[in-house]
């Protein structure tokens, strides 16, 4: 049987790192490394202590690079591993492992190794990075391999496992198999690992409180450590460059070392759990299927060439108006706005009028524009979902088609905004007011671009949850809302959003030249 798994392990791997997607994931690994070890003349950092950093040797340079791909990786490698169950079910691989003898543990240990290698491979990527970088920077050039690397195999890889096994529950759980999911990890990302930094968290699973302590005592006994020193992990700006003192790394305690393995241990029983539900592609033991609804017998007649699911509402038919591919595009859009989403949505207009005016772009306009990014998420993806991308690519006016489609998202961004936007254009708010036009137009475009460039909602889920929590908590760099002063100007954020519009234009005619 072990062989049976490292063999489904190993074929997964080597799928997957064919693909360009694996090329570019490696090359954010290593942009993840570039800024754990910034110039010490900068003032963006990825940790301190203080008004300090350790000096740039192996130990501190391991030990930064990989506290930062534990806390990234956990969140972006969620992304990059998950959807290798669903590519079996829609290759149909999934029917060949469902006629083998093989387990269904067998096939969860494979899919969960080849996760874990395709996530390990990135630490290995920015652990080399971090060697080049320490050079590099030419505060400590001698490279102490086993100082540089335990930080990565104490820290990052348990956390790596932890992520491989929850993209794999995640995959095979009805629940959370879809867009759901996907944002349904981010929370549980920033309880675990943004929560799990501070001192007071009941469980350290990033590892960043037994190297706390050990940075706080080392700087103790050079008389350097203040009671309202604070400790940071993440990208931030400081004042002023940071001052440095020499680190010779962190104790491997049992107490660590028992506590990772725990964590490990715990990452594959989670992978291995699924099995007691999956039915592993075998229709005999999933749920049956509800037979589709057959249509009256005045409706028997063809759909239209580019109507998928149902919905007649896009097909070129000579004579049709912007108007009606418009229509037919915002009904695509809200579909899936049930009655649940309509009452939170309404809701949340009503926390936008109770609140005061000073907390409503700060507040209300932010929980207005995260609740409908399940819906934006489709933008793009609709056509290679429905399987009528061919169809959709011979329309006589693509172009036309894609603003009817960016529209119905604008609408929908304007639609559960509204109310703040009263709220701003009764208070004189002109700022503000502008504020939320140019990110009314950046949400959709960013949405359309994402979906056409990538074909899955998946990227979009994973990129937006990001920007609007660092807008949310008032990093300005990232405000799109105006949420805080100091953002981009509204102006540069309209230019992305054309820009953004203007990729998800060319990329269509670009992908089928090429095919």
Known sequence: MLRTIGGTAVGDFRDRVRRPAYAVTLLAAVGLGYLAVPDAGTRMVIMYIGEHRGAYGSAYVGTVTALASALWLTLGGFYVVRGTVARDERTGVGRLVAATPLRTPAYLAGKFLANTMVLASMVGVLAVTAAVLQVARGE???????????????????????????????????????????????????????????????????????????????????????????????????????????????ALTPDLLAGRAALVLVAVAVALLPAVWFARFDPARGRPRKPARSAPAHEAAPEPAYAYRGLPVTAPVRGRTFGRLLAGELALVLRDAGRW?????????????????????????????????????????????????????????????????????????ALVGLVPLARMVLAADAAGASAWLAGALLIPSLALAAGTVSRTPRVFQAVYPPLWYGAFNGLAPLDFMGAVPGGPHPVALAVVAVLLLAAAAVTGPARRLAA
């Open 341 to 413: 989403w309509w009452l939170v949505a309404a809701a949340l207009s009503a926390v936008a009028l109770a609140v005061p005016a000073d907390a409503v772009a700060p507040v209300a306009l932010p929980l207005a524009w995260v609740w409908p990014v399940l819906l934006w998420s489709r933008l793009g993806t609709r056509p290679r979902l429905a399987g009528v991308e061919g169809l959709i690519g011979a329309y006589p006016s693509p172009h036309r088609r894609l603003l009817a489609e960016w529209t119905a998202g604008f609408a929908v961004t």
């Open 140 to 250: 400590d050039r001698w490279v102490d391999p086993v100082a540089l690397l335990v930080p990565f195999a104490v820290l990052a890889l348990p956390l790596v496992a932890v992520t491989a096994a929850a993209a794999l529950l995640f995959e095979t759980t009805p629940v959370l198999r879809g867009g759901v999911g996907n944002v349904a990890w981010f929370v549980v990302w920033l309880i675990g690992a943004i929560g799990g930094m501070s001192e007071r968290a009941p469980l350290d699973l990033v590892g960043t409180g037994h190297v706390v302590r050990d940075l706080r005592a080392t700087m103790t006994e050079r008389g350097l450590w203040q009671p309202d020193y604070s400790f940071s992990l993440g990208l931030t700006e400081v004042p002023e460059p940071l001052k440095t003192f020499p680190w010779d790394g962190f």
